[in-house]
């Protein structure tokens, strides 16, 4: 990193003008003096007792060692600017695969689809024991509504589908999404809500189902210069407004209303959560195949 102050000193006019500057390359300093006068220029160099230096120029000009001399000769100052053009000019990135950030993230969401297909998540993904808390209000205090899916499943993984990609050859990364169209999680619930005031609490348990029409992963991901992924940067679900289908035994509990209001949120916060887990597992398998095959061509 090179480091430059400018300081100018002057006097009424017809007296000396002088200024100088002082580059900071690597851990070594070094004065640079410019003056329409060589003769101001020598004074200046002998009242701040410049130190000698050459430069040992490897790649960028980090090494700088001393030497038996009195000034800075013309090859020195060649090597500081260079050395300043170089690291004040932004490193190119080369990315030099002929293939589009749309055909990558098609490949990428083909293997993913392989990974989901060869355990049957394209057909339904059972699981157990999830949870959400949902906040609400009870008489002014804040409380939380614990919604429990004992056992269930999610259907829909299978229309993964790529729908946007962008490649950013500076940063060397490609921003993707995959959306799921006609998402169905299902399962055994129990809700339960605490007292609050002369409400007493409450637990009811029985069967719900949820749909999500849109939901989505925005992947980040690193790529080599030769456009072959790395590693995942970044993972995360979301989704459109869901859609409460089905729920039971709620009939004639006074609490039947505010639990399926709850259930619409609290069943799409475990299916996005099961998208950033388990999905991602898939996907980051995918990837690594990806990146040991060393090419796209499998999956294209």
Sequence with gaps: MIIKASVAFGSPPGH????????????????????????????????????PS????????????????????????????????????????AVSTTLTASEMADALTA?????????????KKNFQNQYTDVPYKAG???????VELRKGSIKGLGSLKKESASLNKNTNTLRMRMGLRGVYVDGN???????????????ASGHVQDKLKHAWVDATVRV??????????????GSGTPLLTQTTNLSGNKYGPVYRTAFAEALRQITLNMMESNLRVKFNQALQGIKAAGSYDEWL
């Excluded at 390359?25 to 701040?48: P, Y």
């Excluded at 100052?77 to 260079?82: A, G, K, R, V």
């Design 16 to 51: 000396r003008m002088f200024a100088f500057k002082i580059a900071f390359l690597g851990t070594a300093a070094c004065l640079l003096v410019t003056s329409a006068n060589e003769d101001v220029k020598q004074e200046i160099l002998d009242l701040v007792g410049l130190f």
């Design 111 to 123: 293997a993913t689809l392989d990974k989901l297909r060869d355990i049957g998540w394209t057909t």
């Design 224 to 237: 080599d210069d030769n456009g072959v992924p790395v590693n995942i940067q970044s993972f995360q679900a």
């Design 140 to 146: 002014g205090d804040n409380k939380n509504m614990r």
């Design 189 to 203: 619930y129990v809700v339960s809500v605490p007292s609050a005031g002369a409400a007493p609490s409450n637990r």
């Design 54 to 93: 050459s430069y040992d120029y490897t790649g960028r000009a980090y090494g700088m060692t001393k030497e038996n001399s009195n000034y800075l000769d013309e090859e020195d100052q060649d090597l500081i600017d260079m050395a300043e053009d170089l690291m004040n000019t932004p490193e190119d990135r």
